[in-house]
């Protein structure tokens, strides 16, 4: 769509006054003519990007397609705010498919947006309203509210979802009239795009330089993938492996091209390089975060990978696949003998599994635990989020046993051992154990005082 001369030449007039680069010709995006001056950090990110050197241009990603509920008039164009995975589709269209298959892109219903999912088909509720006001372990602080009475309080608005859970996990964008937009702005891996996909590639490829340098660093993956539940990117910085990238990653060649990075570009590996890069030529490079695992690490209690959303339906059935998780295995492998003996990563998986089992047998005694203390109705179903054992049983799962787990995955001894397995076992698990016996001694107790006060009759 052409646009008036004049902005043709505030285009030459602006490009000269911010910074001396080339003057655009007229055939130049323009777009640009305007966010030179309004908005010159995404111009300034587009010049610098690949996009740019070959020549892809604002509409290219902006320009809305037919029936995108997130369309508006912008200054002569129908563009939209929010370009989805489906507009990167006509230019990468195998990353697409692969991330569309990820637990990245499927990031939202995972985690925060199960409450919704489970019940959304019967009562369409609001995708939002739902999920902060369920009681439910994907919120532990739901537990605490609900019994403050602040859980469905409408003054309350739990709004650490929103910058919290939701900016990693995602959520539903919902596209309203002229352009406004419901739960933006909003860059999660898995969010809910206005034109159904989902997915978001710019949480790794931040916009508008979308670099694949920036997506290979281990920063870039430690955005998410940090804290008390799932410290990667700490137990990365304590490994060996992050050891080497702390200091000498300044000098590795980070821009060789997709399928081409290897040993000769870096001296240790970083997450892009297990899980995603063709490092090496060994493996093929893919945007199938978890195609190289064998275990789920997150669950209450680990299981060999799950079949992916092409096969079932992944919010409500976690179905493991065996010859997945070791496919999955078998790739990892070769990844870590471009730089290991067969002999020292073989030893290591084996000594990781071993971690593995050791985790599970936990788990099962701390669950076993809980469920004897609700049939003993030493505490109730009511709120399973409120008392000091389900508070326990919840911790060794989802704080301790993770950091347990995915610190001998990736060579971090210290979350292994006292961030993991001894605050499972000796804290969380021997809190839970303790308190339990109080609530008997004192149950028996009470059920004494109650025979002998039968036994003394009236008056």
Known sequence: MSRPS??????????????????????????????????????????????????????????????????????????????????????????????????HAWGAFLGPLKPYYLKAKAEGLDPERMAKTALTPLFPDSGILHKLGLLDDPTYHHNNVNLGCIECHGSFIIAEPEGRLKGWPNAGVGRINPDGSIGSCTYCHTRHGFSVAEARKPETCGQCHLGPDHPQHEIYEESKHGNIYGASGESWDWEAPAGEWGPEDIAAPTCATCHMSGFGGVVETTHEVGERLYWELQPKKSVPQWKGPDEVDLVTDRVSDLTKAESGREKMTLVCYQCHSGQWADNYFEEFDKVVADYNQIWERTDGLLQQA??????????????????????VWHHDGRRWRMGASMMGPDWTHWNGAVDAIMNKLGTMINDIEMRRRLKAIEEKLSLASGAAGPG
């Not at 995006?29 to 300034?44: N, Q, S, Y």
């Not at 369309?71 to 002569?76: K, M, T």
């Not at 990167?88 to 298959?101: I, L, M, N, T």
């Open 374 to 395: 609700y049939d003993e109705e030493l505490i109730s179903r009511d709120n399973p989020l409120d008392e000091t054992p389900e508070i326990m049983h919840y911790l």
């Open 6 to 103: 004049v902005f043709r030449v505030l285009s030459v007039i602006s490009w000269g006054i911010l910074g001396g680069i080339a003057v655009q010709t007229a055939a130049a995006d323009e777009c640009l003519v305007c966010h030179e001056m309004t908005t010159p950090g995404i111009a300034k990110q587009w010049h610098d990007s690949r996009h740019s050197d070959v020549g892809v241009e604002c509409r290219a990603c902006h320009q809305s397609r037919a029936g995108d509920p997130s369309a508006f008039e912008h200054n002569g164009f129908t563009i939209t705010a929010v370009p989805s995975p489906r507009y990167c589709e006509d230019c990468h269209p195998q990353e697409v498919e692969e991330h569309s298959r990820s637990k």
